[in-house]
Nanobody
Framework: QVQLVESGGGLVQAGGSLRLSCAAS????????MGWFRQAPGKEREVVAA????????YYSDSVKGRFTISRDNAKNTVYLQMNSLNPEDAAVYYC??????????????????WGQGTQVTVSA
């Protein structure tokens, strides 16, 4: 089992950028597809980006496509989410999660077996 710890959240003005990191423990990180989710108050958790174990395949939700970039460094056991052109609708708690397959990772939260504790992103207008 892998343990995941997110960091990099905070307060940013609309139009600004943040880079989230998710550090994983364990030797199996490089075998997992990884995803970033977000959940705003009163809303369901949604997948915003996913990446295959090699980094060769990525997925983005329509709401973040062209603004967010997911990447990973298997040597550092870390997955990143670069978020640009942030707007108030992006404010949420962001979670990283691990999946056994990239295909499952693009289908939603049911495709993931391990979650981090989340990091808050706040965007001021």
């Amino acid at each position: 089992q892998v343990q995941l710890v997110e960091s990099g959240g905070g307060l940013v003005q609309a139009g600004g950028s943040l880079r989230l990191s998710c550090a994983a423990s364990g030797r199996t990180f490089s075998t997992y597809a990884m995803g970033w989710f977000r959940q705003a108050p009163g809303k369901e958790r949604e997948v915003v980006a996913a990446i295959s174990w090699s980094g060769g395949s990525t997925y983005y939700s329509d709401s973040v496509k062209g603004r967010f970039t997911i990447s990973r460094d298997n040597a550092k056991n870390t997955v990143y989410l670069q978020m640009n052109s942030l707007n108030p609708e992006d404010a949420a708690v962001y979670y990283c999660a691990a999946s056994y397959s990239f295909r499952a990772a693009t289908k939603g939260s049911q495709g993931y077996h391990c979650w981090g504790q989340g990091t808050q992103v706040t965007v001021s207008a």
